[in-house]
Every structure is written in structure tokens, then in C-alpha cells.
């Protein structure tokens, strides 16, 4: 099975299965806990489901957020 890259570097040093972890907070103050909480799992990728975000038509803010 062929790794997943990200910007030419295979996803968990190509090692399977990788962990991903959803964020699905509907505010930025719950956003930015639930990413620390989620950093503390260590993981391989963090996936923003920012449908899930009440503000998601701001886009300033949600370029603002992904970028925190």
C-alpha cells in the first residue's frame, strides 16, 4: 500500500494505521480547547470540520482560526 504524503513527506513517517483526530466545536474559544486536548493524543493529522463551526460563513475568521 502507497503511504499518504503531505507536502512530499509521508503522512506518520508511512506508518499505518495513522491517527487522525476531527475537531467539530462550534465556537473559537471551544475550538481552541478541543485542538490542545486533541494535541495531547499526539497525532498523526487533525482534520477541522469547520461545517461544524457557527461562524462558518466569516471567512476572515475561519482563515484566522486554521491558521491559529
Partial sequence: MKP????GKPLAEGRLPAL?????????????LEAAAA???APDLVE???VFF???AGS???????AE
Fill in 48 to 50: 477541522w470540520r469547520v
Fill in 4 to 7: 499518504i504524503t503531505l507536502n
Fill in 20 to 32: 487522525c483526530i476531527p475537531l467539530v466545536a462550534r465556537t473559537a474559544e471551544s475550538l481552541r
Fill in 39 to 41: 494535541g495531547r493524543f
Fill in 54 to 56: 457557527e461562524r462558518v
Fill in 60 to 66: 476572515g475568521e475561519v482563515v484566522a482560526l486554521a
